[in-house]
């Protein structure tokens, strides 16, 4: 017998709902527990109970901020634990009965059926990689704003200045000098000389996470081969690694660039077929890492002989620069993807060629296919 558990988990509670296969019905065993460590253990007791029958348990939960603690909760006593896509997995949001109760009926009836999509949780080491990395994209955005803030400060007040002069500590401290050179600015000179001094702080704090990256990753063979492509630095090699973990759970390269949300909608109906836009499905900073990657690229004075770069130029002159570099970022995309399957260094010879441009029909197929 198999004991099918659906679980509907929030931050406080979770409620679960148990049937079998070889009853059409629920055993309408319905109940809340707590998500605290006697509730847990009220829940494990059961499921082990469940075990002692000789029994296998499956438990289905959907994807929320503290499914990784429950899973690895309810592994530990032996149960088989789904965790659900919420992206494919609508019956629960659409539903017009939505109640904790039905939800964990629902989860539970589609796991018995097996017919719930899963979602694929990363590995511990990843999740810190990913934290980091956020910690950092957050750090350097407050590190911008402050600088535009000194900026705006410096145009109403008729000096001029360019952004690039507060990049150094020697730009900053000339303009500090000309604000407290002035008895006019004497306030302003205040207010600038600590929004420097919270500049350099939060630059500190940005070098020690990168230096806590390059330490999580100095083995890494991942990142190992994707330093070596061409205009890739360490922040895009350490965000393509923790966003795609295991590249071999996609079977193609078309399929990592799905996953990437590169890829455009497709709306086949009858004889009509419509292409849109971009899915953007997938991580945002795993799409938005190969744009930077294309652009780092292109920055490369010797990459101009490079087919891809060369579609980008003849694209962008066709259809502009914003389609021509999702285009290019994609292609990047599947090119990463090989090159981390067959687990080789980036080939400069193999990227070299001479580019020869597709008709509408063909570059519709393409994309279609």
Not at 86 to 95: C, Q
């Amino acid at each position: 017998m198999t004991f099918f558990i659906g679980v509907d988990l929030h931050k406080t509670q979770f409620t679960v709902h148990v049937r079998t296969e070889e009853e059409s019905e629920s055993l309408n065993q319905i109940k809340q527990y707590p998500t605290t460590p006697d509730g847990y253990a009220e829940f494990l007791a059961r499921i082990s109970r469940y075990k002692e029958t000789g029994s296998d348990v499956k438990v289905g939960v959907e994807s929320t901020g503290n499914t990784r603690f429950f899973k690895n909760q309810v592994e530990r006593s032996g149960a088989e634990v789904t965790v659900i896509n919420t992206l494919k997995f609508k019956v629960i949001n659409e539903s017009t009965k939505k109640t904790d109760k039905h939800d964990a009926s629902t989860i539970s009836e589609f796991l018995s059926k097996d017919m719930l999509p899963e979602s694929y949780l990363c590995g511990k080491e990843t999740e810190n990689i990913r934290r980091l990395l956020k910690s950092r994209e957050r750090l350097v955005r407050s590190t911008v704003g402050q600088k535009n803030e000194i900026h705006a400060l410096l145009v109403s007040l008729g000096l001029s200045d360019e952004l690039r002069s507060l990049q150094s500590k020697k730009g900053r401290q000339r303009i500090l000098d000309t604000l407290e050179s002035n008895n006019d600015y004497v306030l302003e000179a205040q207010s600038v000389k600590l929004m420097f001094e919270i500049i350099e702080r939060i630059e500190e704090s940005v070098k020690i996470i990168e230096k806590q990256l390059v330490e999580l990753t100095k083995d890494d063979e991942m990142v190992n081969q994707l330093l070596t492509i061409r205009g890739c630095g360490k922040i895009t090699a350490w965000t393509i690694r923790a966003y795609t973990e295991d590249i071999s759970r996609f079977a193609s390269a078309k399929k990592y660039a799905a996953f990437c949300g590169l890829v455009p909608w497709v709306q086949d109906s009858n004889e009509t077929i419509h292409h849109g836009k971009i899915t953007k499905r997938g991580p945002q900073e795993l799409r938005t890492c190969f744009v930077q990657l294309v652009l780092g690229i292109r920055r490369c004075k010797d990459t101009s002989n490079w087919r891809m770069m060369q579609r980008y130029e003849y694209m962008k002159t066709n259809k502009g620069s914003g389609k021509s570099i999702v285009a290019a970022a994609r292609k990047m995309a599947e090119i990463v993807w090989a090159k981390l399957i067959d687990k080789k260094d980036f080939d400069v010879q193999k990227m070299i060629g001479q580019y020869k441009p597709m008709s509408l029909a063909e570059e519709a197929l393409t994309a279609m296919n």
